[in-house]
């Protein structure tokens, strides 16, 4: 099976871009996050996630218990894909699996995507998450551009997105469409005052 690029230490076989451990882990008030491959063990926390007001503007229902277990399983089958092109990753802090960051490159442009657990909101972790994506996306795929949109009436996802280094394309039908390039990227995130839960993502900025 040839070597695959891989976001995580301990996912897939990496090639040589891949980038190590430390890379991954930042630390946050509330506990040092990382990026990683969901497990079978993952369902129960991943239906946490998918739940509350966190799937208020996805336009779907809370995640029931047998779609928590198909999720992780395709998950887990894309990320043993020789050409893998499809990312779901868990955002763990302190071992407390609290969100899903996920990058699509199915086409040309990469598409980003995320959702955090409810009561997991206002500390950064959203954003500090979408940076590790982005620096994967770009330095080890190579991407040159990454896309991500959010319903308009969730505006604090959209402020995840210009922290993280995206910027406001247009507006369509309800939605408004970032992109993200290798020249405009933040510095990594560093040591701050807790922001405000309205700084945070609320719900899922929609791949």
Known sequence: ???????????????????????????????????RELTTDDAHAVRRIYSGASVRHLGRDEMGRVEAHRYVGQAIQWAQEDQRVQHILGINVDGDLLGIVKLNTTTAEGRLSYILREDAWGHGHATTAVIELLAF???????????????????????VLVKAGFT????????????????RRP?????????TPAAEAVGEVEA
């Open 137 to 159: 996306a770009f330095d080890t795929l190579h991407l040159t551009t990454i896309t991500a949109k959010h319903r308009a009436a969730n505006p604090a996802s959209g402020r």
């Open 187 to 195: 510095r990594r995130p560093r040591l701050a005052p807790r922001p």
């Open 1 to 35: 099976m040839a070597d695959r690029p891989s976001p995580v230490a301990g996912g897939p076989a990496r090639t040589g871009a891949g980038p190590p451990q430390g890379r991954r882990t930042r630390r946050r008030p509330g506990g040092a996050v990382n990026l």
């Open 168 to 183: 406001r394309i247009r507006a369509a039908d309800g939605l408004l469409h970032y992109a993200a390039r290798p020249g």
